[in-house]
């Protein structure tokens, strides 16, 4: 328990007081000649327990009250566990604040959402509890910050709400390297959370990591967890899966396909959809029967021919305000180039079929021939990918291309007829190899990059690929496919935004059948292409707080106007960067209403000081408060049973017996 | 005679001489020596007709009713009640405890004013008034006669006496109610500090010997409240040992052993048929008196 006027507790002794006075009374006693001593006598004779029990008792009640009174001034606080969790005064107190968008939602009786609420108990709290420092730790910058005061908790902008999913494993991550790189002394660490299981991610691998280095502590570090796991109910939210702009015989349209998901209740009602694109509203009523519900293709006319802009959709309020509104951007999708630059013609033709040939419709690409001192005239910045077969380049070239994957810009390298030194991306191609039979690719990574299956779930028939010459590059590098005794087909090196490819082998027939069966060439090169094109649409739509972006140039087109522009890439809205637009969303899982369970949650603080700071988003009251009224009452209580006990017995009149009885003594006469 | 000028503390004029114009009377037959104006158990000369008796040879022929021969032709001698003085035998509890006294009065003191009262009022009617102190035994005592010398000795004896030592009241009583002849008029002035049930047989001693008992029990205030703030040690004032006691504590369970005991000794006086009078100290002792003496004129000298 802790107290705002600790110093009144130096009043305490006075509690022993009625005692001294009890016993200071029992040395002031009277001596008294007495005749009616057989009364006094027959008296002590008689059985006193209850008169013993009720001067002890007495005695008690007046302790009590003393007590009571003195604790009521020192001005308590309490809040359950919480009292005695917050014992003594913290050196530093670390503030965890779960930013994420479900954290946007609202109580039925309050108006504030579990993010203020939970961020306000805590600067309350910590406003009694007292502490040297704190730090506040924000789950979209993860940089803590020290603040000058609790209170400040409330209007700091890194405690707004914001778009990106939390990542609690990081935030206390980002945690104990404050407190390792600053020494802090006792810690105690306030989470403000709504335990989304995919912010928490409890089967990650880095909890245990993280228990662990937080045991290694010796000054001890006290976990709070203040959490507010209930559900919204009947809460809707709204999710645009495709944006496709189109030609019509009028102009163009955009067409729309989203998705409305609730939570519980499943009765049927209407949702009107607003739309908003490029500042011509209209609205859609969708109806909601089970607990998802999609719209698929819904076209919007554009009023003007512009080739790219924007859009918001969004349901009317309720309780979670964060997933009412999709931002979407919607653009022309642009050429995809392919720049090839090769030592062997023979081996320009099927590189330049598997770059040429797009791969949906409505993509359009092309595939230039270069040779190795013509790539300096190439136009980087509209250029997806580079295909190399030629020795591995240097100085200005070099410098290019770098640039180039590090902007995200995709590069496979082939070897060359004959491998040089010459090293790129720290990676060398060694000398030829010539196996005696053909080689067959022995493990490929199915699951993702270049050589993943397709979209209809079937394996790329990479094992059919026969390989009869290859020349392994050295470096460290991630094998997408490798032979049996473990040497590289296909590796991968990222730089920067992009990545580097190394194919271990060419196109020759002499070389591989890579170019004979043609589907993991074309596969493989058109997700390179992808991959590289990516950076050059000019309209992107990201999840918020995913991938690295320089957001400095960002301008705000849509969005929270609240929100700050360095969290740009964190905060729901739709944003212009030169020429492009970039729509920026919530992540698909944080519409997953998914919630840990009480035991997982202790389980994932196992073995530390941790306890559950009981309150919820309905809820009024605070989390500490101020109990002096419970010592008061108690005090009352003490001293209204005091009085009850002193209370003198209604005695038999003996007091009146002599002149009462004058007359009846008389009457017997 | 010298004794007669003195001043006595115990002693009022003013309320002797109210309480003067009540008779004293005793509440059954009393057997004194000269006449008086008590009944007695013989028949006498008094003008106060009691029956008519068969002539019997003997008789005295004066108190032959010739007016009933007349009437019945039978010989009827007339009879009349004789009335006599009374021997009035004050006994006064001088043991320890009688030297208790809130009110600034001592029970002794106040037992001595009744006494001296009772003594005076009784010689001045022509009774014969008699004194013993009692504590451990009968400390002093003085037989019963009517003559203002004695009267005067009486007060004497009555000044001097202390309280001192423990009660023996039971059997110092039970010794004068055999040794007094009978049919005496006893006043006990004490604070009564036995056990009740010794005090039934010992009044009954005295109905058996057709003693007239009257019982002054004197209580003082602050036995009967036992209002204290602060512990006490209590000393015995009968020489027993000291009590220490939380009177807070205490006080419940000594108001239940006086109430106790006060509801026997009451019990006690009924059954006995004792003329008893339960007095607080703070009672004004003439006002105690009135009511004694009072009380006695109502039931009007049974015969």
Known sequence: ?669 | MSSEHKIRSFLEPAVLSRLGSVPFLARRPMLGKVSGRHASPHRGASVEFAEYRKYVPGDDLRRLDWRAYGRSDRHYVKEFEADTNLRCCLVVDTSGSMGFGSTGVSKLAYAKKLAGALAYLAVQQGDAAGLACVAKGVVRSLPPRRNPAHLAELFDQIEQVESAGPTQLVGTLHELAETTAQRALFIVISDLFVDPKELKECFEHFRFRKHDLTLFHLLDPQELQFSFQRPMRFLDMEGGTAVFAEPNEIADRYHTALGRYLELVKQVSIETAVDYHRVSMADDYERTLTHFLVGRTRSGGVR
Request: aromatic share 6%.
């Open chain 1, 1 to 669: 328990m802790s107290f705002l006027e600790p110093w009144m507790l130096a009043a305490l002794p006075l509690a022993a007081l009625p005692i001294l006075i009890h016993l200071i009374n029992q040395r002031r006693f009277q001596t008294l000649d007495w005749g009616a001593m057989r009364f006094l006598l027959e008296a002590n004779r008689m059985s006193r327990g209850y008169a013993r029990i009720r001067q002890w008792l007495i005695l008690a009640l007046r302790t009590l009250a003393i007590v009571g009174l003195v604790l009521a001034v020192s001005r308590p606080l309490a809040s359950g566990r919480l009292g005695l969790a917050a014992g003594g005064r913290a050196d530093t107190t670390i503030i965890l604040v779960d930013r994420s968008p479900s954290m946007q939602q609202r109580g039925k009786q309050v108006a504030s959402s579990k993010l203020q609420r939970g961020v306000d108990q805590i600067a309350s709290a910590l406003e009694s509890v007292g502490s040297s420092r704190w730090v506040l730790i924000d789950s979209v910058s993860l940089t803590p910050q020290e603040l000058e005061a609790p209170k400040r908790l409330r209007t700091a902008p890194q405690t707004g709400s914001a778009s990106a999913a939390a990542d609690l494993p990081a935030l206390l991550r980002a945690a104990h390297d404050y407190m390792q790189a600053n020494h802090a002394g006792q810690t105690e660490i306030w989470i403000c959370s709504d335990l989304r299981a995919n912010d928490w991610d409890a089967e990650g691998g880095e909890w245990s990591i993280l228990r662990d280095s937080f045991q290694e502590f010796p000054q001890g570090v006290r976990f709070h967890l203040l959490a507010y796991p209930e559900a919204a109910p009947a809460n809707l939210a709204l999710r645009v899966t495709k944006v496709e702009r189109q030609k019509t015989r009028q102009g163009s349209e955009v067409l729309l396909s989203l998705t409305i998901t609730r939570s519980g209740d499943d009765n049927t009602i209407r949702v009107p959809v607003q739309f908003e694109i490029d500042g011509a509203r209209s609205e859609l009523s969708v109806e909601l029967s089970g607990l998802e519900s999609t719209v698929e293709n819904h076209p919007l006319p554009l009023t003007s021919e512009r080739v790219q802009g924007w859009g918001i959709v969004s349901l009317p309020a309720d309780a979670n305000p964060a997933d009412n509104q999709f931002y979407f951007v919607y653009s022309d999708p642009p050429i995809r180039r392919t720049a090839i630059v090769a030592e062997n013609p023979a081996l320009v033709r099927p590189l330049q079929l598997a770059a040429s040939i797009a791969a949906a419709p409505g993509v359009e690409s092309e595939a230039v021939v270069l040779g190795p001192d013509q790539i300096a005239t190439l136009p980087w910045e509209e250029n997806s990918l580079v295909l190399w077969q030629a020795p591995l380049p240097s100085g200005r070239i070099a410098a290019a291309l770098q640039s180039f994957v590090e902007h995200g810009g995709s590069v496979v390298f082939f070897p060359p007829a004959n491998p040089t030194d010459a090293n790129l991306f720290d990676v060398e191609w060694q000398a030829w190899t010539e196996p005696a039979e053909p080689l067959a690719v022995a493990n490929w990574r199915g699951d993702q990059d270049l050589l993943s299956r397709t979209l209809d779930g079937a394996a790329l028939p990479v094992g059919e690929l026969a390989i009869y010459r290859y020349c392994t590059p050295k470096g460290e590098t991630t094998p997408l496919a490798t032979f049996p005794d473990g040497a590289p087909l296909w590796a991968r090196r990222d730089i920067g935004s992009g990545a580097a490819y190394f194919c271990a082998t060419t196109v020759l027939p002499g070389d591989s059948t890579l170019a004979s069966d043609g589907i993991v060439l074309y596969a493989a090169v058109q997700r390179a292409i992808a991959g590289g094109a990516e950076r050059l649409v000019a309209t992107q739509q990201r999840v918020a707080g995913v991938g690295s972006m320089d957001t400095s140039k960002w301008q705000k087109l849509a969005g929270d106007s609240e929100a700050l522009s360095t969290e740009a890439a964190f905060q729901a809205g739709v944003y212009s960067l030169d020429e492009r637009l970039v729509a920026v969303n919530r992540s698909t899982s944080e519409d997953a209403a998914a919630v840990l369970a009480d035991e997982r949650v202790d389980g994932l603080f196992e073995g530390l000081e941790y306890d559950r700071v009981a309150d919820r988003v309905d809820s009024l009251a605070g989390l500490t408060r101020e109990i002096w009224r419970l010592f008061l009452i108690g005090m009352i209580v003490a001293l209204v049973g005091e009085a009850a006990l002193c209370l003198p017995k209604r005695r038999p009149a003996t007091a009146n017996l002599a002149s009462s009885d004058l007359a009846k003594g008389r009457a017997v006469a």
